[in-house]
């Protein structure tokens, strides 16, 4: 099966769902060589009004994830850009990132959204685990289940993005640290009416002043790491104790050794013996 429009082809290489509603395809891109996510709406009562939204929200050169929208066989079809590979929730029930990983991930989340100037209702779908692509060099790409796009389009995105926030944090808001980290997760909830743009910046000075402060690196610390933490500063305070003191042992040996030495020499030689002989000084 191929899906078409007068421009473009997108040959089906597979059927991800199907109903009365809609079927959604994922599908070659001809023009790039990569796969597609094609959603094709069959209610054709709510075609004019999606498409007259579509037309005033979304601005396909900037909003690049978003290839068009077009009439095939009298249905409404939406083509997007789909990702194969690893998603963020698979990379995170394998493997714990270090802190510093997630600070930077997070922060490419936010970029992507600034430069690509996504619309609320398709951002909303890009703070979620499942529907971001983690690249082996950490390349972000977002895949957008958007089979919802008839009912309710108003979203938060920022509040999203807070709830995101707090699944990519989650040690460190249980235990509060570091602090700059904290501290932004609490104006978090005071950014609502605020855009991208400035959620993006806040975030990112956030995270220059933790790597400033080489704490980029730092993980929440364990009682017992504490502990160990200060067995080794007792350490370094008895270390010095005892090179003093093996010093000073030192020198009363060597005091002792030399003392020795010259009261041996102001002795009188002894030629009662020698070895296991002995020598009878009348004869």
């Given amino acids: 099966m191929v899906i078409y429009t007068y421009g473009h082809q997108y040959p089906v290489t597979s059927v991800f769902e199907s109903n009365d509603k809609y079927d959604v395809y994922i599908c070659s891109d001809e023009e790039t060589g990569g796969l597609c996510r094609v959603l094709r709406l069959k209610d054709k009562s709510e075609i004019p009004e999606?498409?007259?939204?579509?037309?005033?929200?979304v601005d396909p050169e900037v909003f690049t994830d978003y290839k068009e929208h077009f009439m095939f066989d009298n249905s409404l079809c939406i083509v997007m850009k789909y990702t194969q590979g690893i998603t963020l929730a698979d990379k995170s029930d394998t493997e714990a990132a270090p802190l510093r990983e997630r600070l930077e991930l997070f922060r490419k989340i936010l970029e992507r959204a600034v430069l690509l100037d996504i619309p609320d209702y398709f951002l909303d779908k890009?703070?979620?685990?499942k529907n971001i692509i983690v690249a082996p060099d950490m390349t972000l790409s977002f895949n957008y289940p958007i089979e919802d796009i008839t009912g309710q389009r108003e979203c938060a995105p920022v509040k999203r993005a807070e709830q995101f926030f707090k699944t990519v944090f989650a040690r460190e808001i249980e235990r509060k640290v570091p602090d700059e980290l904290i501290e932004f997760y609490k104006e978090m909830s005071e950014l609502g009416g605020a855009?991208?743009?400035?959620?993006?910046?806040?975030?990112?000075?956030m995270m220059t002043a933790l790597i400033e402060r080489n704490a980029g690196n730092e993980e929440p610390k364990s009682i017992w790491y504490k502990l160990w933490d200060k067995i080794k500063k007792v350490w370094k305070v008895l270390k010095k104790v005892l090179i003093i003191a093996l010093l000073a042992a030192a020198v009363a040996y060597l005091v002792f050794a030399i003392k020795k030495s010259k009261s041996s020499e102001n002795e009188e030689p002894n030629f009662d013996s020698i070895g296991t002989v002995t020598i009878d000084k009348d004869k």
């Fill in 195 to 205: 855009g991208m743009i400035e959620l993006y910046s806040r975030y990112y000075m």
């Fill in 50 to 57: 999606l498409v007259a939204w579509l037309s005033e929200q």
């Fill in 126 to 129: 890009c703070f979620d685990e």
